[in-house]
C-alpha cells in the first residue's frame, strides 16, 4: 500500500538536544509538508518542499530546518528543542501545489522534550 | 488570528442519528474546503472536500454543506455509526497557492451505540 512513513513514532530529548524526525513517502508526490500540532490546537504548517524547492511559513522559528534528499524522504531538525517544541509532528505528502488537493498524511512524530 | 474556526470542542450523538459538526472562517480568498478525520494514533485522513463553487458535496453517509455568505461549513454523517468516533478538522485552502491548508482546532465525535 502506498503511504507515507514517519519514525519514529514517539521521540524524547533533552532540553537543547538536536533532534531529527523522519518521513518518508510511496506515493511518488511532488510535495512534502511538516506540520506541528500542539495540544487541542489545529495543525499548523512550518515549511512544505515543491520537488527541491523549499518554503518556509513566514512564522516558523529559525530553529527549525528541514532537508529533503530525495523525492522519498524529508526530514525535519530542530537544532535546539525547547519545552514549547514538545507537540506532534505530522508529515503529509501531495501529488502537486494546488487549491483543494488532497494531502495525505503520516502517522505523526510525538516529541516530548525534557 | 485563527482563519478558520471549529468552535465545539466535542459533540456526542445516538447511533443512527445526524452528526453535524461545524466550521467558520474567516478569509474570503478561500475556494477550496476539506474535512479529515482522525483515528487515535493515527494521521488525518481525508473524508471529503468542496470547492468554493458548490454549495453542496455529497459522498455516501458524508454530506458537505458551504454558505459563502456566511463564511460557514458543515459536515452532515447520516446515519451516524460508532466507527465514526473520531476528531474531525476542518481546513481550507486558497487555489493558485502552495496547497497550504489552514486547519481548524477539530471536534471530537462520540457516536454512542
Known amino acids: 500500500d502506498a503511504m507515507v512513513i514517519q519514525n519514529p513514532r514517539y521521540q524524547v530529548t533533552q532540553f537543547g538536544k538536536p533532534v531529527t524526525l523522519s518521513c518518508s513517502q510511496t506515493l511518488n508526490h511532488n510535495v512534502m509538508y511538516w506540520y506541528q500540532q500542539k495540544s487541542s490546537q489545529a495543525p499548523k504548517l512550518l515549511f512544505h518542499y515543491y520537488d527541491k524547492d523549499f518554503n518556509n511559513e513566514a512564522d516558523t522559528p529559525d530553529n527549525f530546518q528541514s532537508r529533503r534528499p530525495n523525492t522519498s524522504f524529508c526530514f525535519l531538525d530542530i537544532r535546539s528543542p525547547g519545552l514549547g517544541d514538545a507537540a506532534m509532528y505530522l508529515c503529509?505528502?501531495?501529488?502537486?501545489?494546488?487549491?483543494?488537493?488532497?494531502?495525505?498524511f503520516g502517522p505523526g512524530t510525538r516529541l516530548t522534550v525534557l | 488570528d485563527q482563519q478558520v474556526k471549529q468552535n465545539s470542542p466535542s459533540l456526542s450523538v445516538q447511533e443512527g442519528r445526524i452528526s453535524i459538526l461545524n466550521c467558520d472562517y474567516t478569509n474570503s480568498m478561500f475556494d477550496y474546503f476539506l474535512w479529515y478525520k482522525k483515528y487515535p494514533a493515527e494521521g488525518p485522513t481525508f473524508l471529503i472536500s468542496?470547492?468554493?463553487?458548490?454549495d453542496k458535496n455529497e459522498d455516501g453517509r458524508f454530506t458537505v454543506f458551504l454558505n459563502k455568505s456566511a463564511k460557514h461549513l458543515s459536515l452532515h454523517i447520516v446515519p451516524s455509526q460508532p466507527g465514526d468516533s473520531a476528531v474531525y478538522f476542518c481546513a481550507a485552502s486558497v487555489s493558485g497557492n502552495t496547497g497550504k491548508l489552514i486547519f481548524g482546532q477539530g471536534t471530537t465525535l462520540q457516536v454512542k451505540p
Open positions: 503529509a505528502t501531495s501529488r502537486d501545489l494546488a487549491g483543494g488537493l488532497e494531502q495525505f
Open positions: 468542496i470547492s468554493s463553487i458548490k
